[in-house]
């Protein structure tokens, strides 16, 4: 049905920056969302960011003025710009999209597999 591919995870100093991108694919009717969320070892699954396709947007508040979530809307592709990260902002980042595949079809939540960011000190 929907596919999520994520990609810009990696290893970074704290201060220093990383782009992490989410492309969405399969059948797509309308895209009504998406956003990033992170899961710290030990700890339960949270909200980063969120767009709508009319682009309002959310940040959880340890990361407003840090994070940018964008959308790429031709291209289904959401992007979260991180900059000067810290090591608290460290964890697995999942790409997440409400999607209603189908015009008769009602809208689901659909998760890519998820993508490591850590952050040194």
């Known amino acids: 049905q929907v596919e999520l591919v994520e990609s810009g995870g990696g290893l970074v100093q704290a201060g220093e920056s990383l782009k992490l991108s989410c492309a969405a694919s399969g059948s797509l009717f309308r895209i009504n969302a998406m956003g990033w969320y992170r899961q710290a070892p030990g700890k339960q699954r949270q909200l980063v960011a969120v767009?709508?396709?009319?682009?309002?947007?959310n940040y959880t508040d340890s990361v407003k003025g840090r994070f940018t979530i964008s959308l790429d809307n031709a291209k289904n592709t959401a992007f979260l710009e991180m900059n000067s990260l810290k090591p608290e902002d460290t964890a697995v980042y999942y790409c997440n999209a409400n999607v209603k595949p189908w015009s008769w079809a009602r809208a689901n939540d659909y998760w890519g597999q998820g993508t490591q960011v850590t952050v040194s000190s």
């Open positions: 767009m709508t396709s009319g682009d309002a947007s």
